[in-house]
């Protein structure tokens, strides 16, 4: 596709389900970041993956999230036994090579999670 | 800690009218500062990007300028349309960091009045 894709869109989940976010990055796009964006602030590092290496993981807020991008393309964010306070939209982005000048980091639409 | 300030929080204008959104930041070394347009509901888009040696760079009608020294930098928006209403993210990369050095403002939250 011509942009960064995830999916679901939109997911309701019940407090203490599991769920699987997707994200699909530009073809070719080595990097890849997940960010978590609550309501009225900015996106807040979770994780970032160089092909299929995950490089850093530092803003995962607790072992329950786990990312992965096995082939290098597509990555999932699980989030195992889902609690109130992860309500957000998690956004998948990606860039040809990092974040240096010349690279433009495209994000994707987002897929909003909230938790009842 | 590395941190980027935004400044208004929101703002609203008339449309046609000019506005100037602020950002600063903290973060050393510098590498490069992005602004980005965050439409509600959808993923931010990247208006420009700036590196240490450049002070202005315009996409149509917004111009960014950047002053290193004192680690400031602004969005101006020339006669604003409807479409402009959106939050406005800065980000400061910060060199020699990883990924989690890309550190992303709250954003100005800009509505435009007709």
């Known amino acids: 596709g011509a942009g960064v894709s995830q999916s679901p869109r939109y997911k309701v989940a019940k407090r203490g389900q599991d769920v699987a976010l997707r994200c699909d990055p530009i073809?070719?796009?080595?990097?890849l970041f997940w960010y978590q964006q609550a309501l009225g602030q900015g996106p807040e590092f979770l994780t970032y993956?160089?092909?299929?290496?995950?490089?850093?993981k530092s803003g995962l807020p607790s072992d329950r999230f786990f990312a992965e991008r096995p082939e290098g393309s597509v990555s999932t964010l699980k989030i195992q036994r889902t609690q109130q306070e992860d309500s957000a939209v998690y956004l998948c982005a990606s860039s040809l090579q990092g974040w240096i000048p010349g690279n433009t980091i495209y994000f994707g639409e987002g897929s909003w999670l909230t938790v009842v | 800690k590395n941190q980027v300030e935004q400044s208004p929080q929101s703002l609203i204008i008339l449309e046609g009218k000019n506005c100037t959104l602020q950002c600063n930041y903290t973060v050393s070394p510098f590498s490069n500062l992005r602004w980005y347009k965050q439409d509600t509901g959808r993923g931010p888009v990247s208006l420009t990007i700036?590196?240490?040696?450049?002070d202005t760079k315009s996409n149509g009608r917004y111009t960014a300028t950047l002053d290193a020294d004192t680690k400031q930098s602004s969005l101006h928006i020339t006669a604003s349309q409807l479409s402009d209403s959106a939050s406005y993210i800065c980000?400061?990369?910060?060199?020699?960091?990883?990924?989690?050095?890309?550190?992303f403002g709250k954003g100005t939250h800009l509505i435009i009045q007709p």
């Open positions: 993956f160089q092909n299929e290496a995950q490089l850093d």
């Open positions: 980000v400061v990369i910060f060199s020699g960091g990883g990924a989690d050095g890309l550190t």
């Open positions: 700036m590196t240490f040696s450049e």
């Open positions: 073809s070719g796009h080595v990097s």
